[in-house]
């Protein structure tokens, strides 16, 4: 009796104790997640005088447990007694913002903001700004690296005074003398810049940007560089042009690739920040700079953004603009040695054809369109291939069919089989573009062309290719056009080709229907069994076990299980193993 009182009394905050002083790290871990129910065990009080303490005193050699309590701390808010309690927490959190690993830092800064957000005027002055005061001057790196992720929450709710002190705290931290705090300063530089009054950025935030954007560290100047296109939305036309434009030309000129990569990234959205003039002349010159930079990274970069870019252009002029400043760019990338940057470009280049309308699409896009379907990264005539509707809705699909498809049918048939095989995945979208009549006309001999390839990797997708052809033109479509040509393989005297039929039929009895399958494909299907060669009859086999779901359970008995006890009793050990296997499939639909 007395044993069982005891084990009722079971202090939950004991337990949890010596749980984590476990050695096993995943009952430590599978504890700290308990921390919610734990807490709501003890209850507010408790909570606050008890567990919070323990926490704020816990260490652990696993960064990973660390990382957990961190979390947890993040949602205490409610467990401690509301609003009025949450500065309890934030010591346990001063202390995991401040040890060495930078997920456990990066996951206490993110529960501090949530935490100093719940908080009001007097808690924040009381409270959360002597915590940034204490770790904007602590003595480790650590400590002043998660300080600049909290100014921006207690800026907004703190006086004018404090708010002083709190600016030149976070000029301090973009002057450190450590270039991992510098890099924090510069990456949290725009949410604090978005917390100030407008007079209050233009003359104490701003310098400092352009201070950091010609720091020694590049990774401070790339977060500047970033920084400044999200102050740039802040900024009138004429501040931008005037604070911000110079930090943007030494950007793209900076001997960092990785700045000027950030700055190809950016430029775009700078587009709107700044006046007519100014993005057809400057904006336009430093984007081409980009397309022609000697890093394929930055190279492709800027592509990713050309149809961007272009678009921002100003309307007047910008046909112009594109063919004499960026299309000669175009011409050099298209041959560009690095395939990443010849993938970029094919994923916007198409749809510039909007841009600049039809006349300058035919003589001056399509022979670029033309060289990238020629082009040996599968990607690049992917990205063209799958994106002919966007050329069509602009030149139409007559001189579509007259320039850009005969290129596609002539790698149709390459001799290289892996230029075949290419061409059939990117077939369904291409009929998709095309529509029934003018794929019929160009496309669809080669399909059926396909289906008795040399290559077995070319048969076996060109069998796949079918399936999704019906998918875009229906089930009519392919009676009439298809099937006829499939079934009649049946009767040919290569056994490959018999074997497509079978294939076809596989891939094709689920989206033509019981009835066509009935009517049409079962019976061609059953004299294959009797087929002299045992590879044919296993798999006919295997094909009457996928329509067994297909047709009706009549058919089933009739038609498909007298034929496949036959093959059971087959003299080929493959030809009974498929035939068994297929009998089960009719023993499951009975």
Same mark, same amino acid.
């Given at each position: 009796?007395?044993?069982?009182?005891?084990?009722?009394?079971?202090?939950?905050?004991?337990?949890?104790?010596?749980?984590?002083?476990?050695?096993?790290?995943?009952?430590?871990?599978?504890?700290?997640?308990?921390?919610?129910?734990?807490?709501?065990?003890?209850?507010?009080?408790?909570?606050?005088?008890?567990?919070?303490?323990?926490?704020?005193?816990?260490?652990?050699?696993?960064?990973?447990?660390?990382?957990?309590?961190?979390?947890?701390?993040?949602?205490?808010?409610?467990?401690?007694?509301?609003?009025?309690?949450?500065?309890?927490?934030? @010591?346990? *959190?001063?202390?995991? !913002?401040?040890? /060495?690993?930078?997920? $456990? #830092?990066?996951? +206490? =800064? &993110?529960?501090?903001?949530?935490?100093?957000?719940?908080?009001?005027?007097?808690?924040?002055?009381?409270?959360?700004?002597?915590?940034?005061?204490?770790?904007?001057?602590?003595?480790?790196?650590?400590?002043?690296?998660?300080?600049?992720?909290?100014?921006?929450?207690?800026?907004?709710?703190?006086?004018?005074?404090?708010?002083?002190?709190?600016?030149?705290?976070?000029?301090?931290?973009?002057?450190?003398?450590?270039?991992?705090?510098?890099?924090?300063?510069?990456?949290?530089?725009?949410?604090?810049?978005?917390?100030?009054?407008?007079?209050?950025?233009?003359?104490?935030?701003? @310098?400092? *940007?352009?201070?950091? !954007?010609?720091? /020694?560290?590049?990774? $401070? #100047?790339?977060? +500047? =560089? &970033?920084?400044?296109?999200?102050?740039?939305?802040?900024?009138?036309?004429?501040?931008?042009?005037?604070?911000?434009?110079?930090?943007?030309?030494?950007?793209?000129?900076?001997?960092?690739?990785?700045?000027?990569?950030?700055?190809?990234?950016?430029?775009?959205?700078?587009?709107?920040?700044?006046?007519?003039?100014?993005?057809?002349?400057?904006?336009?010159?430093?984007?081409?700079?980009?397309?022609?930079?000697?890093?394929?990274?930055?190279?492709?970069?800027?592509?990713?953004?050309?149809?961007?870019?272009?678009?921002?252009?100003?309307?007047?002029?910008?046909?112009?603009?594109?063919?004499?400043?960026?299309?000669?760019?175009?011409?050099?990338?298209?041959?560009?040695?690095?395939?990443? =940057?010849?993938?970029?470009?094919?994923?916007?280049?198409?749809?510039?054809?909007?841009?600049?309308?039809?006349?300058?699409?035919?003589?001056?896009?399509?022979?670029?369109?033309?060289?990238?379907?020629?082009?040996?990264?599968?990607?690049?005539?992917?990205?063209?291939?799958?994106?002919?509707?966007?050329?069509?809705?602009?030149?139409?699909?007559?001189?579509?069919?007259?320039?850009?498809?005969?290129?596609?049918?002539?790698?149709?048939?390459?001799?290289?089989?892996?230029?075949?095989?290419?061409?059939?995945?990117?077939?369904?979208?291409?009929?998709?573009?095309?529509?029934?009549?003018?794929?019929?006309?160009?496309?669809?001999?080669?399909?059926?062309?396909?289906?008795?390839?040399?290559?077995?990797?070319?048969?076996?997708?060109?069998?796949?290719?079918?399936?999704?052809?019906?998918?875009?033109?229906?089930?009519?479509?392919?009676?009439?056009?298809?099937?006829?040509?499939?079934?009649?393989?049946?009767?040919?005297?290569?056994?490959?080709?018999?074997?497509?039929?079978?294939?076809?039929?596989?891939?094709?009895?689920?989206?033509?229907?019981?009835?066509?399958?009935?009517?049409?494909?079962?019976?061609?299907?059953?004299?294959?069994?009797?087929?002299?060669?045992?590879?044919?009859?296993?798999?006919?086999?295997?094909?009457?076990?996928?329509?067994?779901?297909?047709?009706?359970?009549?058919?089933?008995?009739?038609?498909?299980?007298?034929?496949?006890?036959?093959?059971?009793?087959?003299?080929?050990?493959?030809?009974?193993?498929?035939?068994?296997?297929?009998?089960?499939?009719?023993?499951?639909?009975?």
């Amino acid at each position: 009796m007395a044993g069982r009182e005891e084990d009722e009394e079971v202090d939950p905050l004991s337990v949890l104790i010596n749980e984590l002083r476990h050695e096993d790290v995943q009952l430590r871990l599978n504890s700290v997640k308990k921390l919610p129910t734990i807490a709501l065990a003890l209850g507010t009080e408790r909570t606050r005088n008890e567990l919070v303490p323990y926490l704020q005193e816990a260490s652990d050699e696993e960064d990973e447990v660390l990382w957990s309590i961190a979390e947890q701390l993040g949602c205490f808010v409610p467990l401690v007694g509301g609003e009025d309690h949450a500065h309890c927490i934030l @010591p346990a *959190l001063e202390n995991l !913002a401040s040890v /060495e690993e930078t997920v $456990v #830092r990066e996951r +206490a =800064v &993110e529960s501090l903001r949530t935490v100093g957000a719940l908080h009001t005027q007097n808690s924040t002055e009381a409270n959360f700004v002597p915590l940034v005061r204490r770790l904007s001057q602590g003595e480790w790196f650590t400590s002043r690296w998660s300080a600049c992720g909290l100014f921006s929450i207690a800026y907004p709710r703190s006086t004018p005074a404090i708010q002083t002190e709190l600016r030149a705290l976070f000029k301090g931290l973009c002057q450190d003398d450590t270039p991992m705090v510098r890099r924090s300063a510069s990456a949290r530089l725009a949410e604090f810049g978005k917390a100030m009054e407008a007079e209050t950025l233009k003359g104490e935030l701003i @310098p400092l *940007l352009i201070q950091m !954007a010609q720091d /020694e560290q590049d990774s $401070v #100047r790339m977060l +500047a =560089v &970033e920084c400044g296109g999200v102050v740039a939305g802040i900024l009138s036309t004429e501040e931008v042009e005037q604070l911000l434009l110079p930090v943007l030309r030494d950007s793209i000129r900076d001997k960092s690739w990785r700045v000027r990569l950030t700055i190809a990234d950016k430029l775009a959205d700078l587009q709107k920040a700044v006046s007519v003039e100014v993005n057809k002349n400057e904006m336009l010159g430093s984007f081409c700079a980009l397309l022609k930079d000697p890093e394929a990274e930055v190279r492709t970069a800027a592509c990713n953004r050309l149809q961007t870019f272009c678009e921002n252009l100003p309307e007047e002029g910008r046909e112009d603009a594109i063919m004499n400043e960026v299309h000669p760019c175009i011409l050099a990338l298209v041959a560009d040695a690095n395939q990443h =940057v010849k993938t970029a470009l094919s994923s916007v280049l198409i749809s510039l054809a909007a841009l600049v309308g039809k006349d300058k699409t035919i003589e001056h896009l399509l022979p670029v369109f033309m060289t990238q379907l020629k082009d040996e990264c599968s990607e690049v005539r992917l990205n063209v291939i799958s994106r002919l509707d966007k050329v069509s809705q602009v030149i139409g699909n007559q001189i579509l069919s007259q320039t850009l498809l005969p290129t596609i049918v002539e790698l149709a048939e390459d001799q290289k089989w892996r230029v075949r095989l290419a061409i059939i995945q990117y077939m369904p979208s291409l009929a998709a573009q095309l529509g029934v009549d003018i794929f019929n006309e160009k496309f669809n001999a080669i399909c059926m062309g396909w289906l008795i390839d040399n290559v077995f990797a070319v048969r076996r997708a060109a069998t796949d290719n079918l399936k999704e052809l019906v998918k875009v033109f229906g089930v009519a479509w392919a009676q009439s056009t298809i099937l006829p040509k499939v079934l009649g393989m049946a009767r040919d005297p290569n056994y490959l080709h018999r074997l497509t039929t079978l294939f076809s039929v596989n891939v094709l009895a689920e989206e033509v229907g019981a009835e066509l399958v009935t009517t049409t494909i079962l019976q061609i299907i059953l004299q294959l069994a009797q087929d002299s060669v045992a590879n044919v009859r296993f798999n006919v086999a295997k094909t009457l076990g996928v329509l067994v779901p297909v047709v009706s359970k009549e058919v089933v008995n009739d038609e498909i299980k007298p034929v496949l006890e036959k093959l059971h009793q087959d003299a080929d050990t493959d030809v009974k193993f498929f035939a068994m296997e297929a009998l089960d499939e009719v023993q499951v639909r009975a």
